[in-house]
C-alpha cells in the first residue's frame, strides 16, 4: 500500500472504514430536549445512553464533519484503563479507579454484543512496559498489592516479557488482560445506526458557530439552528474554539505511523507476538503501540517530535508534523519493523489539563450545559463512559461516581489554570527542548 499524501492527513482507521452515506446537515430551526456537540466517543456515547434511559426525549446530535473525525477517529487504538494524571494513594482507591474505567471498557464489549456490531477490536491485554530497573520492581511490588485487593493485573520480568513482546530496553511490564484496542471509527460507524434506531437525530457537516447560554440553550449553526433545554459539549480538544475551557485545556497534536500489514507469525519473528494487542511505556514521552486486526502495527509517541503545539493552541492541522522521529523510536524499539514499510502517518488533536485528569460535569447558570473533556490519552476508554457518567448527572443518578478524581459533578470544575498565550506557547517549547519532556506537575494522589 503506497504512503498518502500528508496533506490528507487520513487515519488508518479512516482509511480502512466501509463507505456510508453522510447524514444530512442541519437546515433550519429545530427545538430538542437534549443538543450534543460533538460526533466522536464522548458525543455518541452520550447519545445512545441518554436515548435508552430516556425515550422519549428529543435529541439532536450535531457533528462538524463527520463521525469520528476528531481524535476518536485519530488515535493510537489502545483502549486502556487508570486515569492519566492519578497516582492513588492506596489500594483500595486504585481498585475504585481501575473498576470505573473497567466499566468504561465492559460498556463498550457490551454494546458490540448486544447490537452484535461488526467492529475491528481486540480484547486480549495490553501491557505497561518498564525500561528502568528501579521502576519494575516498585511495579511488581504494587501489583501484588492491588492483587490483593482484586485488581487482575500480572507482572512480567524480563524473560516472561520477552517471550511476548521484545522490546529494546524493556526490562519488565505490568500486564492488564482487561484492555486491549479499538478501530473508533470501525466502532462508531456500526453505532450510528444503532444511535438514530433510538430516534436521535444526528446532522454531519454542520459545525457550530455560535451558543447562546440560557435555560433553554440556542446552538447556532450556518445553515440552522437547535434550542434545547440541555446541552452537552463532546468537543474535547476542540471545546476552547467554542468559547469554554480556554484557560484549562490544551490541545495537542499527536503523531501516529502505521505499517504494511503482515501475517502474525512474521510480527512475532520481528519480536512481537500474536498474543500482543497493545502497550505503553514509562517514559514521559509515553511511547505506545498496537497490533490492528489486519496485522498493521500502529505506534506513536516516544519523543518530542510525536507532539506539536501551534500557537494559540488550534487543533486544526497544519501540514507540519515531525514523523520522522515518530518512526525512529519504533525502530529503535523494535529494530526488524524497519523492515516493513510505513503506509500511514498521521495526526489529531489531544485535549490535556495541566495535570492530566480528565473532567466531567455540569455547568453554567442554569446547571444544564455538560461537559467531558481532557482525556490525555486515555480517551478510548474515558470517552465512552463519559456517555454514561453525563447520562447518569442528568439523571440525578451519580453516587457511583462522586468522589473519582474525574467527575466534577455540579460543583466547579478542578482543572488547573493553564497560563494564556504567548506564555503557554512559550512554556510549552521551552520546557519540551530544554528537557524532552511534557511541562506538566507529577501525578495527583489520589
Not at 439532536?60 to 486502556?80: D, F, P, Q, T, V
Not at 497490533?291 to 506539536?308: E, H, I, K
Not at 442554569?366 to 490519552?377: D, E, F, I, K, W
Amino acid at each position: 500500500m503506497p504512503l498518502r499524501a500528508i496533506d490528507e492527513n487520513r487515519s488508518l482507521w479512516a482509511e480502512t472504514a466501509a463507505p456510508r452515506d453522510p447524514c444530512a446537515a442541519l437546515s433550519g430551526d429545530r427545538t430538542a430536549d437534549i443538543v450534543i456537540i460533538g460526533g466522536g466517543f464522548t458525543g455518541m456515547s452520550t447519545a445512545y445512553h441518554m436515548a435508552t434511559r430516556f425515550p422519549d426525549r428529543k435529541i439532536i446530535l450535531l457533528e462538524a464533519r463527520k463521525i469520528g473525525n476528531g481524535g476518536s477517529g485519530r488515535n493510537g487504538g489502545l483502549m486502556l484503563n487508570w486515569v492519566n494524571g492519578v497516582e492513588p494513594g492506596d489500594p483500595l482507591r486504585a481498585k475504585a479507579i481501575y473498576d470505573a474505567t473497567r466499566e468504561g471498557i465492559d460498556g463498550i464489549a457490551q454494546i458490540i454484543d448486544t447490537h452484535k456490531l461488526d467492529v475491528r477490536w481486540r480484547r486480549t491485554g495490553s501491557m505497561n512496559v518498564h525500561t528502568r530497573a528501579r521502576g519494575a520492581e516498585e511495579a511488581a511490588a504494587e501489583v501484588e498489592a492491588l492483587n490483593a485487593v482484586g485488581v487482575p493485573l500480572q507482572f512480567l520480568d524480563g524473560k516472561a516479557l520477552s517471550a511476548q513482546l521484545q522490546l529494546q530496553g524493556a526490562v519488565g511490564a505490568v500486564l492488564d488482560p482487561t484492555a486491549g484496542h479499538l478501530d473508533g471509527i470501525s466502532f462508531l460507524n456500526a453505532l450510528l445506526p444503532v444511535v438514530l434506531g433510538l430516534g436521535v437525530t444526528v446532522h454531519e457537516n454542520s459545525p457550530v458557530v455560535a451558543i447562546e447560554e440560557g435555560a433553554r440553550c440556542v446552538v447556532r449553526t450556518a445553515a440552522g439552528s437547535v434550542t434545547a433545554a440541555t446541552l452537552v459539549l463532546a468537543t474535547n480538544a476542540y471545546t476552547p474554539a467554542l468559547g469554554y475551557f480556554r484557560d484549562r485545556i490544551m490541545p495537542l497534536h499527536a503523531h501516529v505511523v502505521a505499517t504494511a500489514p503482515l501475517a502474525r507469525t512474521e510480527w512475532a519473528a520481528h519480536g512481537w507476538g500474536p498474543a500482543v494487542s497493545g502497550f505503553d511505556d514509562d517514559l514521559d514521552r509515553v511511547s505506545y503501540g498496537c497490533m490492528s486486526t489486519d496485522g498493521q502495527l500502529v505506534f506513536g509517541g516516544g519523543v518530542n517530535g510525536a507532539y506539536g503545539y501551534h500557537f494559540g493552541g488550534s487543533p486544526a492541522f497544519t501540514g507540519t508534523a515531525d514523523f520522522e522521529s515518530v518512526e525512529r523510536r519504533l525502530h529503535a524499539y523494535l529494530p526488524e519493523a524497519a523492515k516493513t514499510p510505513i503506509t500511514h502517518r498521521w495526526t489529531g488533536p489531544v485535549a490535556l489539563t495541566w495535570n492530566r485528569i480528565c473532567a466531567m460535569g455540569v455547568r453554567g447558570a442554569h446547571r444544564n450545559v455538560y461537559y467531558a473533556l481532557g482525556y490525555a490519552g486515555h480517551g478510548v476508554t474515558l470517552a465512552n463512559l463519559a456517555g454514561r457518567v453525563l447520562t447518569d448527572a442528568y439523571s440525578d443518578a451519580d453516587e457511583r461516581w462522586r468522589g473519582l478524581p474525574f467527575y466534577d459533578g455540579h460543583e466547579p470544575t478542578r482543572m488547573a489554570w493553564i497560563p494564556p498565550e504567548p506564555l503557554r506557547w512559550v512554556g510549552y517549547h521551552v520546557m519540551t527542548r530544554l528537557t524532552g519532556k511534557s511541562p506538566r506537575k507529577r501525578g495527583v494522589r489520589s
